[in-house]
């Protein structure tokens, strides 16, 4: 079994079941990684569990650390740890261990980072469109983090869908980086209003009804069209291929290596 060699800095809880972890490496160095990369923790079976958990849908090996990939939400420009946004899945085996750590406590971290999902491959003066649903708006907490300053030649936007205003981890960052930056457009939406302790003003619903109201055409103020925008989908897999759908009725296509275009989803593998 591999040694545990990071500590758990800071634990921030945003809402029951999200959090906000701080994870620093010790004695080795964090790896350079692109915005939008991936790395994988990890904790032993015997690590405890938070009380409030599930069992577990299937037993673990006893012998082996139990580990799950996770998208880095810091800067790219970060060297002193690794920033993770993640909701415990209640009868999972990892998520209820994490959420069960304090600052200060010890757990595994992969020494390398992987993905493909970066804006590598986007040409510096297309607009980039960012669809989320939860947890999947932490790769582009680390894009935003660390190209919103410097890439001034393209208009951005954030689309983050969640059940309650205050389920919107990372809520007041993004409005402060849209006071600051006029070419970035931060657009949140639920899809249960009536929690509301009071009334909500923005989008309802979910995220492909706010795009077929031009939510971010009337934020820009001006179209939104496959020659000059590049969209990115992270999140539910329900959304990711409503919103697939949608989009290539709309005409854009579907990005790859070989055949740059204008739909980016995120994949771990």
Known sequence: MEVLNAVLQQKIEV????????????GWKLPEFKPGQYCPLGLPPTAERVPYSDPMAKPCPKDKLIKRPYSIASSSRENQYLEFYIKMVSNGALTPRLFALKNGDMLWMREKVFGMFSLDDIPQKKNVIFFATGTGLAPYMSMLRSHLMTDTDRKWAVVHGAMNSWDLGYRDELVTMERFCPDF??????SNPENEPTPWGGYTGFLDKAW????VQDAWEQDVTPGDTVIFLCGHPMMVSGMEKILLNDGFNLHSKKSPGSIIKEKFG
């Open 185 to 190: 457009k931060y657009i949140p939406i639920i």
């Open 212 to 215: 077929e109201n031009k939510c």
């Open 15 to 26: 809402a029951p079941g999200l959090c906000i972890f701080r994870i620093a490496p010790i």
